[in-house]
């Protein structure tokens, strides 16, 4: 340390801070968590905006059903899978585990148990299509069965992933605040 009025004190050359400069390895799993969760929550809004934006050509009428046929049953209540999504983004300032903690619980309400459903009520559409080659509802001239399983493969995804991250993310918190209580 050095003082105001002499030299150095002794024994200290300056590279002694080295340690104080290392970041704590839950700090940087922290910070590489929230960055892929945010990533897999954009993916998710832009999804959402789809099968919105096909819901209201669909129920509004702004295309005929030869193009953009009417949405399947599963699709309204993923409509509230943008909910656990503004939880996931709550819960990253201030590192909030309840936050966290509901995104992780409503992502398995209102994103996984719709698709879920979704595969099941498609299912028999998609066999139709498979067995006899006859599609009953297109978007845009291609099966709309083959177009929202798509969707669907791509959400499960996107949830299963984020429900993994979210997970380790919430481990890495407990981590930190496990040290600070022992301190």
């Not at 897999?40 to 999804?47: F, R």
């Not at 999504?85 to 398995?108: A, K, Q, W």
């Not at 291609?142 to 177009?147: L, R």
Request: proline content about 4%.
């Amino acid at each position: 340390m050095a003082s105001r009025a002499g030299p150095r004190a002794a024994g200290t050359d300056g590279s002694d801070y080295r340690h104080r400069e290392r970041v704590a390895s839950h700090y940087q799993m922290s910070v590489t968590f929230k960055t892929e969760i945010k990533r897999l929550i954009y993916i998710h809004i832009g999804l959402w905006l789809l099968l919105a934006a096909q819901m209201c050509v669909g129920h509004l009428k702004l295309l005929s059903y030869d193009q953009v046929a009417m949405p399947y049953q599963w699709e309204y209540p993923y409509l509230l899978s943008i909910v656990p999504s503004g939880f996931g983004l709550l819960s990253f300032p201030r590192n909030n585990i309840s936050y966290l903690v509901l995104s992780m619980i409503s992502t398995g309400l209102f994103s996984i148990a719709p698709l879920i459903y979704g595969t099941m009520e498609m299912f028999p559409a998609a066999q139709q299509l498979y067995l006899h080659g006859k599609a009953y509802r297109v978007i845009f001239g291609i099966s709309a069965v083959a177009v929202m399983y798509l969707v669907l493969v791509v959400a499960v995804q996107v949830h299963a992933w984020q429900l993994y991250y979210s997970k380790k993310l919430l481990d890495s918190w407990f981590t930190s605040t496990q040290e600070k209580k022992r301190k």
